[in-house]
């Protein structure tokens, strides 16, 4: 099974600065059609998780353009160019590549 | 817009049964995969189970396979989660998600609280 290993698991931000989160998975997500089935999840406290970037570095529907994704092969990151109050909560990498899909840890964005 | 609603979660013993369900709107149901996800108190993410459009193929975490089984009623646009042989390490909030494609778990419902206590 591929392990996903996230960093780091807690990140206090001011508002307005950035956040960057790193995803590592034990094995390449490079999957036979080509592509890299890598998401970012969001979950608000008390809330469902809810998708943010798919493929890497797709943005899902509504999500605001301050949230990026980016890498390559086994190594990616979650960018929060200006973090806002409402962005604080849990924050997981996925890998749907190959099965069992499966989840980093989560990184708790926290407010100084 | 799109809407997951899970249902049929609450407290039971160890070795009993509970069937969850998810009743989808807003989309066309029998066009999606879906899987359930689950989150014990105060942890992580896990992946349980998926089942693809047609319901022919449905595939399970280690921890779970041979004593649950997801399930799909295309006419009632609902899916379900079998839960039998409960274990204390069981308890969780269960989730489904869509599989859409090429964008896994695009939409999440609220979730059910499962308890099991020995």
């Known amino acids: 099974d591929i392990v996903m290993t996230q960093t780091p698991l807690s990140s206090p931000v001011t508002l307005g600065q950035p956040a960057s989160i790193s995803c590592r998975s034990s094995?390449?997500?490079?999957?036979?059609?080509?592509?890299?089935?890598l998401s970012w999840l969001q979950q608000r406290p008390g809330q469902s998780p809810r998708l943010l970037i798919y493929?890497?570095?797709n943005r899902f529907s509504g999500v605001p353009d301050r949230f990026s994704g980016s890498g390559a092969g086994t190594d990616f990151t979650l960018k929060i160019s200006r973090v806002e109050a409402e962005d604080v909560g849990l924050y997981y990498c996925?890998?749907?590549?190959?099965?069992?899909?499966?989840f980093g840890q989560g990184t708790n964005l926290e407010i100084k | 817009q799109v809407q997951l609603v899970e249902s049929g979660g609450g407290v039971v013993q160890t070795g009993k049964s509970l069937r969850l369900s998810c009743a989808a709107s807003?989309?066309?149901?029998?066009?999606?995969?879906f899987h359930w996800v689950r989150q014990a108190p105060g942890k992580g993410l896990e992946w349980v189970a998926v089942?693809?459009?047609?319901?022919?193929?449905?595939y399970y975490a280690d921890s779970v396979k041979g004593r649950f089984t997801i399930s799909r009623d295309n006419s009632k646009n609902t899916l379900y989660l079998q839960m039998n042989s409960l274990r204390v390490e069981d308890t969780a909030i269960y989730y489904c998600?869509?599989?859409?494609?090429?964008?896994?778990?695009?939409?999440w419902g609220q979730g059910t609280l499962v308890s099991v206590s020995s």
């Open positions: 094995q390449s997500l490079v999957h036979s059609d080509g592509d890299t089935y």
């Open positions: 998600a869509r599989d859409g494609v090429g964008i896994h778990l695009d939409s």
């Open positions: 089942i693809y459009y047609d319901g022919k193929n449905q």
């Open positions: 493929k890497i570095s």
């Open positions: 996925m890998q749907a590549t190959q099965f069992p899909p499966s």
């Open positions: 807003g989309f066309t149901f029998r066009s999606y995969g």
